[in-house]
């Protein structure tokens, strides 16, 4: 499909995709351990407010 759009690119489109897919997994991972790990220095998901809370830093 990529060739059709872009002629002569030479781009491969499923490199690009699988490295994409790599780097979505990890940052995801990330963001999920933050939220639901066991060390997860006070983060959390409000659903009343629909956002990441923290406790204050004092």
Do not use: C
């Not at 990330?30 to 204050?56: A, C, P």
């Amino acid at each position: 499909m990529l060739e059709k759009v872009l002629p002569h690119s030479m781009l491969k489109a499923k490199p690009n995709l699988e490295s994409r897919i790599k780097t979505l997994k990890r940052d995801w991972a990330i963001v999920y351990d933050m939220l639901n790990g066991k060390d997860n220095s006070d983060f959390g998901w409000d659903e009343h407010r629909q956002m990441v809370v923290t406790k204050d830093a004092m």
